[in-house]
Every structure is written in structure tokens, then in C-alpha cells.
């Protein structure tokens, strides 16, 4: 019976660490672009993509919060955008520079906590609420905008956060504030009472509830993280950009989400982690550093990284298959 069980049990083990197949992918990534571009190993390069990725890790953080609390947010992109650019105005219409920034992430926090009411207390489904979002807060870019960009906000504060300084030599604001961001994101999922809640609510919304969860707190609260972070990363894109655009973020939404999944965060809930929101977004990241070096349109990048988000899902799908499969048989051998 040892010898039987032992081999699936190591792959069951396997197949338990979500981030397992991402890690693989992101590791033939990185051998296969060393191979194929001499100049990919590169201190240079090695900045561009560590300063690329901030945008799709902030986002993809706060969707693996309410993915896993067995949401999703098709807003962020949007979020992104309108935030920064309510921050923006703030700045060009005389505020400190602080206010703006702070000002950016409460828009941010606080268009997460209204798709979080539309959730919990008007009772839409998840994908209708943030969807809505999505539009209202778009089309209210583009009229806060006038369908312009905003410029004119570029004071010196500003550039040492929009990633084009590096007063810390290799190391940019950006990715400290990523950095940050991921720790804090790790320490609330793991080691808070949130996080337990969260991942419970996930795997069994009945039982939770049951149990005395708060689901509609936890719920609210995964959205204005959600917020929060997409604010976060419209400040630093605004910073970067020297502008905002009324297409800030616009697809956004779809790099966080493929970002989280491929990390290891499932569609059902209840699996994800802030270490795989990163290898997520160092795979995308990596993926779309590729495109460019290699010169192919730019355009290709979104078409991959819609077929890489559908082979993340198809992959966690099957390996969710497989892990049932493999608890069912486990279970029949223990009481053979």
C-alpha cells in the first residue's frame, strides 16, 4: 500500500502548491529569452522589466484578494485611470503634492468600497458590479478629462516616483513601493484573522457564513484593497507617463486577472497568494519584455496575454480535476 500511495501523495503535494506550474513557466521564460536575446540578462533590461511589472503586480494583488474571497474585478483598469486622474486635477488645480497622491488612493479605496456595497448590499453578482464600474468610471475619465489628457502636474516630487529616477541606484520607488505592497498583502493573507476569513469564505461560502464569518465586511474590504492598489498603481503610471490619458488602464483588468491566476489564485475562491500575484506578473512582465526586444508589434501583446490568461484557466481547471481525483482515490485506498 506504501508503495502505492506514496507516489500519489508526492503528486498531490505538488499539484497543492498553486504556484508550482508558474514557477515552471517562469523559469523556461527566463532560460529561453537568455538563449534566444544575449542583451535579456541584463542589468538594463533586468530595470526595465522590474519597473514594467509594478503596474501588473499592484493590480494583480489586489485581485488575488477577491479572487480569493471568490470574486472579480473588472474595474481596475478603469479604477486605475480615473483615479489618477482625479489626482492629477487635484495637483494642477494647486494642492501639495502629497494631497494628490493621498488623494489618488482614496478615489481608488473608495470606488472599491461602492462595487463592494453593490455586492454585498444590492445583491449583483460580482461580474455584473464591476463590470458597471468599469463603464461609469471610464466614461467619467473621459468627462473629468474633456477627452484630453491632463498635463501640467509633473512637479520634480513627482518624477523620483514615476520609476525614471533611481535614487536608491538599481532599485526605483516603484518597485519599493511594490515591494512594500506585496509584504503587507503576504502579512494580511497569512497571519491576519482577514486572511483565514478570506480564504474560508473562498473554499465554502455556506460554511462560513455558517461558522460566523462577516462575509459582507471581508467582501468589501477585499474590493477597496482592490482599490487601493489600482490607485496606487494609476499614481505611479501618471508619474511615469508625465500625463493621463483618458485610456489610462483601458485592458488592465485583463493583465491583473491573468497575473493572479496564473500565480496560482483560482476562479472558484479560497487559493492565491501575494508570492504568485509576483510570479505572475514577472511572467507577463517577462512575456511582453520578449515581444519588444524581439520587435513584433506591440499590438501581439495583448492577443498573448489573452491566450496565456486561457491556458492559466484551462490549467487550473485540469489541476483542480486532478486534485479531487487524487483525494477520492487516497481516501478509497485508506480504507481498503
Known amino acids: 500500500m506504501i508503495a502505492i500511495t506514496a507516489p500519489s501523495q508526492r503528486f498531490s503535494r505538488l499539484l497543492a502548491n498553486p504556484s508550482a506550474g508558474a514557477i515552471l513557466l517562469l523559469v523556461i521564460l527566463i532560460v529561453a529569452m537568455s538563449v534566444a536575446f544575449p542583451n535579456f540578462f541584463t542589468g538594463i533590461n533586468a530595470g526595465n522589466v522590474s519597473n514594467q511589472m509594478v503596474f501588473v503586480l499592484l493590480l494583480a494583488l489586489g485581485m488575488t484578494v477577491v479572487l480569493i474571497t471568490g470574486g472579480i474585478d473588472l474595474s481596475v483598469g478603469s479604477v486605475m485611470g480615473l483615479s489618477a486622474g482625479i489626482g492629477a486635477y ?83 520607488v516603484p518597485i519599493l513601493i511594490a515591494i512594500v505592497a506585496v509584504v503587507v498583502v503576504a502579512v494580511v493573507l497569512k497571519f491576519t484573522s482577514y486572511g483565514r476569513h478570506a480564504y474560508g469564505l473562498g473554499s465554502s461560502p455556506h460554511a462560513a457564513v455558517l461558522s460566523g464569518v462577516p462575509v459582507a465586511r471581508i467582501k468589501v474590504i477585499a474590493y477597496m484593497i482592490s482599490g487601493l492598489m489600482a490607485g496606487v498603481a494609476g499614481m505611479i503610471m501618471a508619474g511615469r507617463n508625465t500625463t493621463v490619458a483618458p485610456t489610462m488602464g483601458l485592458g488592465y483588468e485583463v493583465a491583473a486577472i491573468a497575473a493572479a491566476i496564473i500565480g496560482g489564485a483560482a476562479l472558484g475562491g479560497g487559493r492565491g497568494s501575494a508570492f504568485g500575484a509576483v510570479i505572475g506578473a514577472l511572467v507577463l512582465s517577462i512575456t511582453a519584455n520578449a515581444i519588444n526586444i524581439a520587435g513584433v508589434s506591440s499590438s501581439w501583446q495583448q492577443v498573448v496575454t489573452g491566450g496565456v490568461l486561457l491556458l492559466a484557466v484551462v490549467f487550473d481547471r485540469v489541476s483542480s480535476l486532478i486534485r479531487a481525483r487524487s483525494a477520492r482515490l487516497a481516501t478509497r485506498l485508506a480504507h481498503a
Do not use: H
Not at 91 to 105: H, K, N, R, Y
Not at 136 to 164: C, D, K
Open 90 to 172: 487635484t495637483i494642477t488645480s494647486g494642492a501639495p503634492l502629497v494631497v494628490g497622491l493621498l488623494t489618488t488612493m482614496a478615489v481608488g479605496a473608495f470606488l472599491g468600497l461602492i462595487n463592494g456595497i453593490m455586492i454585498t448590499k444590492l445583491g449583483l453578482p460580482d461580474f455584473i458590479a464591476t463590470l458597471a464600474m468599469l463603464g461609469v468610471a471610464r466614461g467619467a475619465l473621459f468627462l473629468w478629462t474633456g477627452g484630453v489628457p491632463i498635463i501640467g502636474y509633473m512637479l520634480p516630487e513627482y518624477y523620483v516616483i514615476s520609476g525614471l529616477s533611481q535614487p536608491f541606484g538599481f532599485i526605483t
